[in-house]
């Protein structure tokens, strides 16, 4: 692994030789996080979306995190769902259900997923009243900067085309600064109706993870992280939104998705 950072970064880069020395790396930072979240606060929220990232987080099932992590405290959400029923393949429950959920002991009252039984716009609007009855008691804690959810940690995947979560280049729904958890009926990769956590709920977490493999991202990461002119429409590239006000934000990445990148200048700032 390189890593690259300095006083004035905002983000560390982590790179890999290959996808599974970086399943190794995100194990054991989810497992940091998650015991350093249990001795602060005494729970650990962790908010997930779809895409290769879940197979990425197969070691924490293994040894010795299947014995070490304290399964019972954490509570499980997601950043983003598609509208589709729980067992359809296109799930990202089902997804992280038949590959993490199923195999390590989180109470399922700890499981948050998203009501498939109602609209989209219902839907939303219960995920984030659920949420915001969580915040009250402090099981997910509150950003000091905004009233918004201050999740421990938040995991993402990044499409080639630089989008986070359901949140795609130039939609309206980057420009939410209100609204914790909105729907979106226009996904240009399918399916069209979607569920998802806004940028400011993004970049009030404790940390962010953005984790990428393969050529294709290659030029997405660079655009995201690199230092670009003043006139970069940020709203092209959602990853390029992510800043964490208070938190941390890590990159992973496979030595492909890095391939552009310029590893000398560390990361963006
Ligand atoms: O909802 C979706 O359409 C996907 O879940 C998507 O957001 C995914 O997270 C990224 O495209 C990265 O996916 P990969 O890591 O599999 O390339």
Request: hydrophobic share 40%; charged share 20%; proline share 5%.
């Amino acid at each position: 692994m390189s890593a690259c950072g300095g006083p004035k970064i905002k983000s560390e880069l982590r790179v890999f030789e290959s996808a599974d020395e970086l399943a190794t790396d995100l194990a054991e930072y989810i497992s940091q996080l998650s015991e350093n979240s249990v001795k602060e606060r005494g729970c650990f929220t962790i908010a997930l979306s779809g895409g290769s990232l879940i197979s990425l987080m197969g070691k924490l099932c293994e040894a010795p995190y299947d014995k070490t992590v304290d399964w019972t405290k954490w509570f499980v959400f997601w950043a983003d769902e598609r509208a589709v029923a729980k067992n359809h393949i296109d799930s990202n429950y089902k997804l992280t259900k038949d590959l993490f959920l199923s195999k390590v002991p989180i109470l399922n009252s700890h499981v948050f997923s998203i009501n498939d039984n109602v609209t989209v716009e219902d839907a939303a609007a219960e995920y984030e009243f659920a949420i915001r009855q969580l915040v009250k008691i402090r099981t997910v804690g509150v950003s000091e900067s905004n009233d918004c959810p201050k999740f421990d940690l938040i995991l993402l995947g990044m499409g080639p085309d630089g989008h986070v979560a359901s949140l795609f280049p130039h939609h309206p729904a980057l420009e939410l600064k209100e609204e914790w958890v909105t729907y979106i009926t226009d996904s240009p990769k399918p399916p069209p109706e979607r569920i998802t956590f806004t940028l400011p709920v993004i970049n009030s977490a404790s940390n962010v993870a953005m984790v990428a493999v393969g050529e294709e991202k290659a030029t997405a990461v660079h655009l995201a992280t690199a230092g670009t002119g003043e006139n970069f429409d940020a709203s092209s590239l959602p990853a390029r939104m992510v800043q964490p006000t208070d938190g941390k934000l890590v990159w992973f990445l496979d030595s492909t998705a890095a391939s552009v990148l310029d590893v000398s200048n560390g990361s963006s700032g």
